[in-house]
């Protein structure tokens, strides 16, 4: 495989595998992103190692776990004299850019480093009128102050990468990060307030009876999404099933809005690399941080090691070196981002990242003694907005394992509440929506043995130390 000349890399925020057409119809049609699966690759089976925004994006930058790179929870940020992708392709003479959403931390410690130009939003940012906080571009910082700009920010977002595109005479790798979809689902100016109809998920009445306590206590469900999420009051007279139904409509609406914006936005962004007559020397990824739950089990936000939340969305186009329509059902991971995007520059991957290119995969072989297992961890024990347990897990092919951890060993932003240890085990084949643990089933004795000592090889081999 050629070397592309070029690397885009869009991360959007909290979109789902399932509200994403080339994945899934059921929900919504994304034209633009469905045709970048068309003239690339699509993965099936790509996932998160930690189910929350900051931490997804510290291992894609790193190539490193958590426990690694420091970043375990919204509330530690990126020490940024870590090394990272973007630092080696600097330091190897590549134009480097950053555009939208950091979430790794402000100041001298935090901001992005290893960009030549960045414009940030602050924090999550805002989807209407958004202020940047820009880097070291005068065109784009003028100054260095932080600068208000008006549109809606998706939009906002995808001029500033197109200029910066139009800037570059030699190699660069650009990270769009949007903002959307994420919470409260601000759709841009325009957009009628209405209800989405979606089919119901089949999960939507899940009463969690047949999953870890932990389940049942998370404050996830349709009653806590509030005032700023639905935009409008509830109609009265509802009972409170038609309620529950009714705010999984409004929010959903809005959801897939935003993710609308980002379809016409990411084809804005194609358009312009192919009429720039730089297609075949640029190489595109879309991805999100991580998955979402859309009203399955119940739920919205993430977190969880369940599928829905796992699962991330990743297409990769590049004429030049991927066949048109294909697909992978082999395991990738966020940390396989960093030296992916090294091996594609033809630049060496530093032993210290714990993630493995996927170049073969995108040649269409699959490596021998590629991965058939992965590993996860959620350490924001009980936060106080979601409350979801602590956990870790692992999953294969065909089943997933999860230990319900006692208490957030400590971590920052978690709340050390004690809780019994659990356990679940689901078999992917028989029960795919997670609906009934068979950890404690005899005729699974020998699966959970099999997957514990999995569990713990894994650990032991990424250096996981409580």
């Not at 994420?182 to 899940?206: C, E, I, K, Q, Y």
């Not at 998955?291 to 829905?308: A, M, N, Q, S």
């Amino acid at each position: 495989m050629r070397t592309p000349r070029n690397i885009i890399v869009i991360v959007s925020d909290d979109h789902a595998a399932q509200a994403l057409s080339a994945y899934d119809t059921s929900l919504t049609s994304t034209p633009r992103l469905d045709r970048m699966a068309a003239e690339g690759m699509r993965f099936d089976a790509c996932f998160c190692t930690n189910s929350i925004c900051s931490p997804s994006r510290a291992s894609m930058l790193t190539g490193t776990y958590n426990h690694v790179n420091g970043v375990t929870t919204l509330a530690t940020h990126l020490d940024n004299r870590l090394p990272t992708f973007v630092t080696a392709l600097q330091d190897a003479g590549w134009a480097t850019g950053l555009i939208g959403k950091w979430h790794l931390g402000h100041g001298p410690d935090h901001d992005p480093r290893g960009f030549d130009d960045w414009a940030i939003l602050h924090d999550q940012g805002e989807y209407h009128d958004p202020i940047l906080l820009h880097g070291s571009d005068a065109v784009l910082r003028q100054g260095g102050q932080p600068r208000r700009h008006p549109g809606y920010v998706t939009e906002v977002l995808t001029d500033l990468a197109l200029a910066w595109i139009d800037r570059q005479d030699g190699p660069f790798c650009l990270l769009l990060h949007h903002k959307a979809p994420h919470r409260p689902w601000n759709p841009a100016p325009g957009t009628p307030v209405g209800l989405s109809n979606a089919p119901v998920p089949a999960t939507f009445d899940d009463d969690h009876t047949g999953q870890a306590p932990a389940a049942g206590e998370a404050r996830m469900g349709m009653e806590d999404l509030d005032v700023l999420d639905l935009k409008v009051p509830v109609p009265p007279g509802l009972s409170s099933g038609e309620e529950r139904e009714w705010r999984w409509r409004r929010f959903l609406a809005d959801y897939l809005a935003c993710v609308d914006s980002i379809d016409v936005q990411t084809g804005r962004l194609l358009d312009h690399v192919d009429e720039a007559g730089i297609d075949d020397d640029t190489l595109v990824v879309y991805t999100s941080d991580q998955g979402f739950f859309l009203g399955e089990h119940g739920w919205f936000d993430k977190r969880f090691i369940y599928e829905e939340s796992l699962r991330m969305p990743f297409i990769v186009r590049w004429p030049a070196g991927i066949a048109p329509g294909s697909t992978c059902a082999d395991m990738v991971l966020n940390v396989d981002v960093a030296p992916t995007v090294l091996d594609l520059a033809g630049l060496s991957v530093p032993a210290a990242m714990q993630g493995r290119s996927i170049v073969a995969l995108l040649r269409g072989e699959t490596p021998a003694g590629w991965r058939t297992s992965m590993y996860y961890r959620y350490w924001m024990h009980l936060d106080s907005i979601h409350r979801v347990q602590a956990h870790r897990g692992v999953r294969t092919h065909r089943h997933k394992l999860v230990r319900w951890d006692t208490d957030g060993r400590g971590q920052l932003g978690a709340s050390d509440e004690p809780r019994p240890e659990a356990w679940e085990l689901f078999d992917l084949e028989s029960d795919p929506f997670e609906l009934a643990s068979v950890a404690d089933d005899p005729a699974y004795a020998g699966v959970r043995a099999d997957l514990e000592d999995e569990l713990l090889r894994l650990e032991a081999e990424l250096g996981v130390v409580d």
